[in-house]
């Protein structure tokens, strides 16, 4: 625990202007104490976790953190910095900054440590005593909990462990001296890395408790593992609190009470809005029925950890989108590595290396054929588990682990029918949906142990597999060939708009729902390719290069449009949209969506009417230009990107310097047009 950190990991004056350049900063001093194996690599790791959710909170801090391979103990760096840098908060820079890197398999205790410091920044005493430290090893000491202890009636939050809270008003001999029962709430906290943002919630929401005079009790489901609530105490609470970015476990406990259900950062931000709208909940009698606790498992004793995003009650549309989103994002990885490495093979051995002999039969280890043949075989079967994997993990986010074996086989009756990505989609829902039913049909108490591992899945499976093997399997079958035949035979205008199509919703959300949706669509085409399924992933590979290629083009031309920090996010995104990265240009959507989104809408649209009009395909499902030597027409492809990128810098360029003309000229006049000077 004391090696934690140490003065050496401890930067008092730290220079850096950017979130990258911080990280960068600290993570040299983990290298340098060897902590850290692979800069680059970590600081990869540290760059996608931020990209999920900024890292910035109120008060001044920011937490880059994640969990890499890269590092081999568990480590904790910070810096102060004078000027504050932009992490994402809403209040502002941060000037108070924690590194945190946590081994891939990093243990109990050592998580810990890592939401120990998380609650503590929740505390005003401790981030002042942090910018009033002069010493780095007195600093580094306060950091690893070597001070005073809190007042007894502060009790933590250990990781895996809950935390009640009560008002404190106790006789001197121990016994409650109130007689009004105080108002109860029980909190469930968790983030998808489970190391910060799970227990600053917890401590956030117990802070706010405390000062609302109501007791709070909080279960932190982190990466930890987590102890479930007293079911007494959740039997006595009066309203209960969701802050979650991934699936509460257990959720059928919680049936029948009151039920405030929100993403995670608001536990940290706003916890006593959360705490008082609980209370009005409370006292207009809503309460959460099944359809928004009961998911877990057909008797409630279930202990998945599904990746919602907690709208489990909210519109049925935004369900649906969470759960197709949910089969998509363990999709990808499947079409990651089998998409390239197929692109692989056939860069080495050409595209009849698919129609090679079994490897398992025939490898000659000096051939590059043979390896060729190995590479295609090898992403073949990767991209084989493509629909199945996609039909599961619908399901699983419908209804936890008891939906993944029907939503599997489901998948794989799919793909036997031949209803191919379509058919995926569906297995996946309807898997779902069985499995949801069946959770709500009352069983003996003597049945509840095997409902979720045995019962549940063999009657969802029998019924999926029925559903599409006889009814619905063949009509899927027939509309997916009948897409594969429109999207061979489009050419002209038809070809043009479908292009359009794609690049607006490859730009629109940079990586949301619209921009999956459509890279699923294309990558479900590479499952069985086509060259009309070929032209659709060349476009929507494309349309997805321009927002950051052209963020990156406009901060180089017009650089006094850009704040500093744009401008160093600039030259990051020209390696992002390279590489098929859409998501580079998040940071400039978030700070000018009005005119970002549009600019780039407009330069994703040419992109992909162009890339279908100039007939591009392409194999490979990632890649940026680093796969142009797998696309057809690739000249004519990288005239496409390089169109829509002109047209989307130029278009926010204009809309920027308009915005920023108009202010100048009303500023430079008075209301009788003599000048008006202003002070700062």
């Not at 060897?34 to 970590?42: I, P």
């Not at 105080?182 to 469930?188: C, E, H, K, M, N």
């Amino acid at each position: 625990m004391s090696e934690l950190i140490t003065a050496e990991l401890v930067d008092l004056d730290l220079s850096a202007t950017t979130k990258d350049a911080a990280a960068r900063s600290l993570a040299e001093r983990m290298v340098a104490a060897h902590r850290v194996t692979d800069l680059d690599g970590f600081l990869a790791d540290v760059a996608a976790r931020e990209a999920q959710m900024p890292t910035g909170l109120d008060g001044g801090i920011g937490i880059p953190h994640c969990r890499s391979e890269h590092v081999n103990a568990p480590t904790l760096a910070f810096g102060r910095s004078g000027a504050g840098i932009d992490f994402g908060a809403a209040d502002g820079p941060a000037d108070l900054i924690f590194l945190i890197a946590a081994p891939a398999g990093a243990d109990d205790d050592h998580l810990t440590i890592l939401s120990g410091l998380a609650r503590r920044l929740m505390d005003p005493e401790f981030t002042a005593a942090l910018r009033a430290g002069t010493d780095p090893r007195a600093v580094a000491a306060l950091i690893r909990g070597e001070e005073p202890p809190e007042e007894p009636e502060q009790v933590q939050v250990e990781t895996g462990k809950q935390e009640q809270v009560g008002t404190g008003e106790e006789t001197a001999g121990g016994t409650e001296a109130t007689e009004s029962v105080p108002f109860r709430i029980v909190a469930v906290t968790s983030c998808p890395t489970g190391i910060a943002h799970t227990y600053m919630a917890a401590e956030s929401l117990a802070a706010a408790g405390r000062a609302a005079g109501v007791e709070v009790t909080v279960e932190t489901q982190g990466s930890g593992g987590f102890k479930k609530l007293d079911p007494a105490v959740v039997a006595a609470a009066d309203a209960v609190i969701w802050a979650h970015d991934v699936e509460v476990r257990e959720k059928a406990r919680f049936r029948g009470k009151p039920l405030v259900d929100v993403e995670v950062k608001a536990g940290i931000n706003r916890p006593a809005e959360l705490i008082a709208e609980a209370r009005r909940k409370a006292e207009r009698g809503e309460i959460a029925t099944a359809t928004d606790t009961d998911k877990a498992s057909g008797s409630g004793d279930g202990d998945g950890d599904g990746s919602g995003s907690g709208a489990d009650h909210a519109h049925f549309g935004i369900r649906l989108r969470t759960y197709l989103m949910s089969g998509v994002s363990y999709m990808v990885p499947f079409v990651a590595a089998g998409g390239l490495l197929i692109a692989l093979s056939f860069a080495i051995g050409g595209y009849e290396i698919a129609s090679a002999k079994s490897v398992a039969d025939h490898f000659v280890w000096g051939e590059a054929d043979s390896w060729a043949a190995l590479l295609n075989q090898i992403g073949s079967a990767a991209f084989g588990f493509l629909v199945p994997v996609l039909a599961g993990y619908i399901a699983y986010g419908m209804a936890d682990r008891p939906a993944l074996v029907p939503g599997f086989v489901g998948g794989a009756i799919a793909l036997t029918v031949n209803a191919g990505f379509l058919g995926g989609l569906v297995a996946g829902l309807l898997a779902g949906a069985v499995v949801m039913a069946v959770q709500r049909v009352p069983v003996h108490a003597t049945l509840r142990g095997i409902m979720p591992v045995l019962v549940i899945p063999l009657i969802a499976s029998a019924v999926v597999g029925f559903l599409m093997f006889i009814v619905v399997g063949k009509p899927i079958a027939s509309l997916q060939n009948a897409l594969t035949d429109w999207l061979n035979g489009l050419s002209g205008s038809n070809a043009v708009i479908l292009g359009v199509v794609l690049g607006l919703m490859m730009c629109f959300d940079m990586g949301g729902p619209l921009n999956k949706v459509a890279y699923a669509f294309a990558v479900g085409g590479l499952a069985d390719p086509t060259p009309g399924s070929l032209k659709v992933m060349a476009a929507v590979m494309a349309a997805g290069m321009v927002p950051p290629l052209a963020m990156a083009l406009a901060t180089t031309v017009r650089r006094r449009l850009f704040t500093k920090t744009e401008r160093e996010n600039g030259r990051a995104a020209w390696v992002l949209g390279a590489s098929f990265i859409t998501e580079g240009a998040i940071p400039f959507a978030a700070a000018d969506p009005l005119r970002v989104i549009p600019s780039v809408m407009a330069g994703g649209a040419v992109t992909g009417a162009l890339s279908m009009a100039f007939g591009a395909t392409l194999r490979a499902p990632h890649g940026g230009v680093f796969v142009v030597p797998l696309i057809g027409e690739p000249f004519l492809y990288l005239l496409a990107i390089a169109a829509g990128t002109l047209v989307a810098t130029a278009l926010v360029v204009l809309l920027k310097g308009a915005r920023r003309t108009a202010p100048e000229a009303a500023g430079d006049a008075g209301a009788d047009g003599s000048r008006v000077t202003v002070a700062a």
